[in-house]
Structure formats: structure tokens, C-alpha cells
């Protein structure tokens, strides 16, 4: 009997998962080379669809010291891990990164130490700095340009028309529509504050309908400053399919579960 690998990958998220990596990855922080690795691996912890690098312990330079008791780092917990295993702070002259490292047990991984991405500021994969979260190398990402007619509208609201929409296939996320600039009424938006980093795309910024309700608010996002892989979406504009009408074709398109395009813009 056949299998659909969509729901195979579900399944497996419910594992400890991991991929070795031939990329050599290295981290830093207080402009200090700690971590430099040719033997890195990819870890997915149960339940969790993003991975994280881990690295042999011989391949961190810096003193690993359990970190019993230590608590949030910046507000943020990464202490909580969904299996066994310890925690360890990474201990450099002048430099402390508490519970940065997680030790699991588990026999596959027992000579490696997995690593928190965010404690770190600065990530290469070769000579390409990283930002976000490691590539999963499962994951893609394909921008397609279509030829439908697209409209945008927000409670009545035209925000945009277009006959150029580029879709965006990405795997495991809903399909999303960037359409060019110049057909997205500008007047109707404001720019918000809020800016975000997709490992796969670049730094997005976002904007809300002006004087529109909370459903308005963050109800689109553009990458201006885009990676190479995605230059086809520069300066395109997405909608939230969850918080505007998105109609495609003259065909309404149903509401689809809430994403991050950090992750799935």
C-alpha cells in the first residue's frame, strides 16, 4: 500500500531525528570563535519541525559546565527539551552563554552536544552567515510565477489587484501569493514595527490596514533585503490568507491554519 509522505513526516515528528551535515558550521560570540565543526549534524527534537545544530564536544571551544539551576536566557526558556538528557553552559574567558548546550540521551547523538542557536550571534555554514534557524534540508521552497487574476480584500477593502501573483510552494506550508508592489494599494497600509528572519528568504517587514481593527494589524510582509536563493520575491507583497479575502480566478480561497512567515511567509 502506498504511503503519502505528508503524513509519513507528521508521524516522524514525533521522534528524535537527525542528519549529518558535509557543511562546516561554526558559531561565535563576544566576536569569538567557539564552535568549528566539520562533523555537525542536524537535530530535530521530538515534536519540534525545526532543527538545530549539534556538534561533537571536542569541536567547542569552550569549557562545558552543567547547568544545573541556571534559568531563562533573555526571557526566552530553552531549558524545556522534550527528552532526556543535560544541560551544559558554554564557559570562555570573559564569555558565559548559560544552558546553551544540551547533551540527550540518546545512544545515536551520545558524542554530541546540540546548540542553541539564539545564544550565539553569530552562525556559518562555510563562509555563508545564517540567520533565523539551521536550513532544514528537507525543506524547500519554490516561487512560481502565475498568470490568475488575484484580489486582496480586508472587510470590504481593495488592497490589491493583480494578474503577476509568484506562488510559493513550501513544504509542509499553506501555498502563499506575493504579488508586485505597484498593484498593491499602498494608501490603504501602514508599515508596523514588527520585522522577521526566515533562514530560507531573508528579513521581512510587515504592514497592517490603516485604521483597520486588530485583524488588520501585521496582515501583510515583503522581503526588501532577500537571500540569493529567493531573489524572485524581492519587494513582492504578501497577504495573510487568515486575516484578509483572498480570491483567486473570481474563486474565494478558504482560511487556512495561522503561520509565521518566518517560517512559512
Keep these: 500500500m502506498a504511503i503519502r509522505m505528508q503524513g509519513e513526516m507528521r508521524r516522524l515528528r514525533e521522534r528524535l531525528r537527525y542528519e549529518p551535515t558535509a557543511k562546516r558550521i561554526r ?11 566539520r562533523r555537525a549534524v542536524l537535530v530535530w527534537e521530538a515534536g519540534r519541525v525545526i532543527p538545530v545544530f549539534a556538534v561533537p564536544d571536542a569541536d567547542i571551544a569552550a569549557e562545558l559546565v552543567p547547568a544545573d539551576g541556571v534559568g ?8 524545556r527539551h522534550p527528552g532526556n538528557g543535560k544541560e551544559f553552559t558554554l564557559r570562555a574567558p570573559g564569555i558565559e552563554l548559560p544552558a546553551a548546550a544540551f547533551k540527550p540521551d540518546d545512544p545515536d547523538l551520545s558524542e554530541y552536544m546540540l546548540l542553541d542557536f539564539d545564544a550565539f550571534e553569530r552562525w556559518r555554514e562555510d563562509e555563508q552567515a545564517i540567520e533565523g534557524h539551521p536550513r ?6 519554490d516561487a512560481r510565477a502565475g498568470s490568475q487574476r488575484v484580489r486582496v480584500e480586508s472587510d470590504g477593502l481593495v488592497l490589491a489587484e493583480s494578474t503577476r501573483p509568484v506562488f510559493v510552494y513550501e513544504t509542509m506550508i499553506p501555498v502563499r501569493t ?3 508592489r505597484t498593484d498593491v494599494d499602498l494608501t490603504l497600509l501602514e508599515r508596523s514595527e514588527r520585522q522577521s528572519i526566515c533562514p530560507y528568504k531573508g528579513r521581512a517587514s510587515y504592514w497592517s490596514v490603516r485604521n483597520g481593527d486588530a485583524r488588520g494589524r501585521n496582515v501583510a510582509w515583503s522581503y526588501e533585503n532577500t537571500l540569493p536563493d529567493a531573489a524572485q520575491l524581492k519587494d513582492l507583497i504578501a497577504f495573510y490568507d487568515e486575516r484578509t479575502d483572498i480570491h483567486t480566478e473570481g474563486e474565494g480561497r478558504p482560511g487556512q491554519a ?7 511567509g
Design 136 to 141: 532544514d534540508p528537507f525543506h524547500r521552497v
Design 27 to 37: 558559531a561565535e560570540a563576544a566576536g569569538r570563535s567557539l564552535v568549528d565543526s
Design 178 to 180: 506575493y504579488l508586485p
Design 72 to 79: 531563562p536566557i533573555s526571557g526566552r526558556v530553552f531549558r
Design 258 to 264: 495561522a503561520q509565521d512567515p518566518a517560517v512559512s
